[in-house]
């Protein structure tokens, strides 16, 4: 009588861990890609809240008889980390809580009224028009598509 034993080959292990290997692999990609469009979400509620908030405090600026925009969005440095971005200034408060700014995956601000926008390696720019109110960016980039419509 013979007495068989019962286990896997090593063509069988080395099959299976092929296969988690490939797995593992599509998993990194999906979930990198996952965190890329939360950065955009973020980025694009971000946007729609500057937005806002600029045409409220021209509401408010109307309320007390003038007709004009803000004439800055904060009193950040330039290409600095850290800094309250689109928090008004003392006498025009915009956003309730700032945006700090950051060089990857964020907001920097690059100009007077210049911001860039940062994920991926890649960059958008934003200006705003103090006459017109305006916040917004070149719409034949992906980015700023993304960011937009």
Not at 32 to 57: E, M, Y
Not at 63 to 78: F, H, I, K
Not at 128 to 137: E, I, L, M, P, Q
């Amino acid at each position: 009588m013979l007495h068989s034993k019962k286990a896997f080959t090593m063509l069988e292990l080395v099959f299976v861990i092929v296969i988690l290997g490939i797995l593992s692999s599509v998993a990194i990609t999906k979930l990198s890609v996952t965190r890329d469009d939360a950065i955009i979400a973020k980025g694009r509620n971000q946007v729609h809240a500057i937005r806002s908030a600029i045409s409220l405090q021209r509401s408010k600026n109307m309320l007390r008889g003038s007709l004009s925009y803000p004439s800055s969005l904060d009193d950040a440095a330039l290409n600095t980390e850290h800094e309250e971005l689109f928090d008004g200034n003392s006498t025009n408060p915009l956003l309730e809580y700032p945006i700090y700014s950051k060089s990857k995956d964020g907001w920097m601000k690059v100009g007077a009224n210049s911001y860039d926008f940062n994920v991926m390696g890649t960059s958008v720019r934003f200006n705003y028009n103090s006459s017109t109110g305006k916040f917004d960016c070149n719409h034949s980039i992906n980015l700023c598509k993304q960011l937009t419509e």
